[in-house]
């Protein structure tokens, strides 16, 4: 959470982060209470003309909320805050690996919302520059977080035995001619078989 935070922002992350059926009475005025407070000092400011400024303002997150990703190098250093200078002594891996990461958290932590939901992400020449060993662990995580992977990749073929299962569907262009198809191939885990 920022410095400088209006009174009470604590515990209104905290009945924010709840399942709203899981509030009572109570929290759910103490909320409201919180939320009024911050409408009424938008008001009280110049600077934001019309209410549509205010209520963009109030509801505004980044003002009393951030997240704060830290990593840990493996180097003895322990966990560091992964600000602009430490994202920028990074290889191209580990930058790969401290920006996806959060946002498949975040991903899940969403689709928790509506279990019901399809999980599916789509990301396009996945995870450049990072290693094999690297790569298999992400591919885990992936499953732990029960995500779909739909991805796109002129070199990836999803061979790692933390995977359990994935289907590729390599494209294929005919010899001079206009013709495309696809050949099918899975993987289980051990075996790539050609489909």
Known sequence: MGKDL??????ARALLLKN????????????????????????ADDSAT?????LARVFDYTAWHQFIVRIDRGKGEGYQELTKKLHGALSGGEKAIALHLPLFAAVAAHYQATPSAPRVIMLDEVFVGVDTVNRGQIFA????????????????????????????HQIVTGDGSDAVTTARFTWDGTELVSA
């Open 6 to 11: 209006p009174a009470g922002t604590t515990a």
């Open 20 to 43: 709203p059926v899981h509030l009572d009475d109570r929290e759910r005025e103490a909320l409201h209470q919180f939320l009024r407070d911050r409408i009424d000092e938008a008001k």
């Open 50 to 54: 019309s209410w549509e400024q205010q």
């Open 141 to 168: 995580l992936l499953g732990a977080l029960d995500l779909d992977l739909i991805l796109t990749s002129d070199h990836e073929w999803c061979m790692y035995s933390e995977l359990s299962g994935i289907a590729i």
